[in-house]
């Protein structure tokens, strides 16, 4: 069956670029989540969907990270004027519930900013 | 603040030896821990959540164990095979749906 997939796999951008990282969850999922990771470190929260509605950005790290789920299914990470330490792996999870339940991970997105 | 903490340290074990793995929280006290694997290259994959209520809880070769006096949770992987080596990673839970992750332990099973 068709898991969590997200494009690009890898995203090279120069210094001040804008990117967009996409993710498609499982049908069907309620709840969707967006991770950083750092090398050698956990994920760490960015922010959370239920549906359409974004109910928690309170990870994101700068009003230059901007995420939607507009229709309630695929969803965008958007950030403006990439600066270096951007550069980590973004992860997108998806759930069936709302709440906490089992995440299912997509492969990420490795961003690297030059 | 409200840490998770894994051993930082890689772990290596023998094959056909049990393997444990340590997951010691702070100050808040979890309803319920998750444990994941990681491979290189790819995204967590979920494995077994435990909650505060349970002592105990198995999945074929796995088992956690969650004590809420010692604020820790450990995760055993028995007839370890070198296919389970991987980064295995502990998280709980910091609101209805916010997870807080531990730096992760990287499992090596020897042959």
């Known amino acids: 069956g068709a898991g969590v997939s997200q494009s690009p796999r890898y995203k090279v951008a120069k210094r001040g670029q804008d990117v967009a990282l996409r993710c498609d969850p499982i049908s069907g999922h309620v709840s969707l989540f967006w991770y950083q990771q750092a090398l050698g470190q956990g994920p760490e929260f960015l922010t959370y969907f239920q549906n359409e509605a974004q109910l928690d950005k309170s990870g994101l790290p700068s009003d230059r990270f901007f995420a939607e789920r507009p229709e309630g299914s695929v969803s965008t990470l958007k950030i403006q004027r990439t600066q270096q330490e951007d550069s980590a792996v973004y992860l997108c999870a998806s759930s069936l519930r709302s709440g906490i339940d089992e995440q299912y991970f997509g492969p990420g997105t490795r961003l690297t900013v030059t | 603040s409200q840490k998770i903490e894994q051993n930082s340290e890689a772990l290596n074990i023998q094959e056909g030896k049990t393997a444990t793995l340590t997951c010691n929280y702070t100050?808040?006290?979890?309803?319920?821990l998750q444990w994941y694997r990681q491979d290189p290259g790819r995204g967590p994959v979920f494995l077994l959540l435990i909650r505060e209520n349970e002592k105990e809880k198995r999945k074929e070769r796995l088992k956690v164990t969650f004590d809420t006096t010692l604020k820790q949770s450990l995760f055993h992987i028995t007839a370890s095979q070198p296919a389970d080596s991987a980064t295995y990673l502990c998280?709980?839970?910091?609101?209805?749906?916010?997870?807080?992750w531990g730096a992760g332990t990287k499992l090596i099973i020897k042959p």
């Open positions: 100050n808040y006290s979890p309803a319920y």
């Open positions: 998280a709980r839970e910091d609101s209805n749906y916010q997870l807080i």
